[in-house]
């Protein structure tokens, strides 16, 4: 699969999402360093420090050796100190990076077998049963909201395979989300998950 046109699909996301930013000199976000940094800090370094990362203009900023590829699925322009995960980066395999190119060109994901995605930095939110919504929040139910932590993804190959797994995100057990679409996936939080949204921890 073309990287360059998976980058492109998913900049799309970051065009949309985020305020023009006219200023061609270079940031300290947009600098190699801060990037390989930032993007590969998605992933437990055994996999981030040998992963393929692609900078937000969609070149290949350094080539990886395990077949795992980090990137950020929106822009983030706004200084070096901010949190990276303003920058909702992800490290995928071969299949996830296969199931985000077709989200983004709104096809149906076709893999080879299931596909997995790291987000140790988190996410910015999203409507857990309703798919582009990201940073909807105005647009969603409050109790349908999550901004996640640290999690793990796993992109069925089967999508049917999720049909019986709840989709709860309060419990601290995996959960699904986009459950009824073709996009639907599998979360797996892990320690600091709920550091973002509190409200959703498990009560005692």
């Given at each position: 699969?073309?990287?360059?046109?998976?980058?492109?699909?998913?900049?799309?996301?970051?065009?949309?999402?985020?305020?023009?930013?006219?200023?061609?000199?270079?940031?300290?976000?947009?600098?190699?360093?801060?990037?390989?940094?930032?993007?590969?800090?998605?992933?437990?370094?055994?996999?981030?420090?040998?992963?393929?990362?692609?900078?937000?203009?969609?070149?290949?900023?350094?080539?990886?050796?395990?077949?795992?590829?980090?990137?950020?699925?929106?822009?983030?322009?706004?200084?070096?100190?901010?949190?990276?995960?303003?920058?909702?980066?992800?490290?995928?395999?071969?299949?996830?990076?296969?199931?985000?190119?077709?989200?983004?060109?709104?096809?149906?994901?076709?893999?080879?077998?299931?596909?997995?995605?790291?987000?140790?930095?988190?996410d910015t939110g999203a409507d857990n049963f309703r798919a582009y919504s990201e940073g909807d929040k105005a647009g969603t139910d409050p109790e349908d909201w999550i901004e996640s932590g640290a999690h793990l993804m796993l992109m069925p190959k089967d999508p049917k395979s999720l049909d019986n797994?709840?989709?709860?995100?309060?419990?601290?057990?995996?959960?699904?989300?986009?459950?009824?679409?073709?996009?639907?996936?599998?979360?797996?939080?892990?320690?600091?998950?709920?550091?973002?949204?509190?409200?959703?921890?498990?009560?005692?």
């Open positions: 699969m073309n990287s360059k046109i998976i980058i492109s699909s998913l900049l799309i996301f970051s065009v949309a999402t985020l305020v023009a930013h006219n200023d061609h000199s270079e940031t300290k976000t947009s600098s190699a360093k801060w990037q390989i940094d930032a993007y590969t800090g998605a992933a437990p370094d055994f996999i981030g420090d040998f992963a393929t990362v692609m900078g937000s203009d969609g070149t290949i900023i350094r080539e990886g050796t395990n077949g795992w590829t980090c990137l950020a699925f929106t822009a983030n322009m706004m200084g070096e100190s901010m949190d990276p995960r303003m920058a909702t980066p992800a490290c995928m395999d071969s299949n996830a990076m296969a199931w985000a190119d077709a989200y983004m060109n709104q096809s149906d994901p076709k893999l080879a077998t299931d596909g997995w995605a790291w987000m140790i930095h988190g797994t709840s989709t709860d995100f309060t419990t601290g057990s995996p959960y699904v989300m986009f459950k009824g679409t073709p996009y639907v996936h599998l979360m797996i939080p892990v320690s600091g998950y709920y550091d973002i949204q509190p409200q959703s921890a498990p009560r005692k």
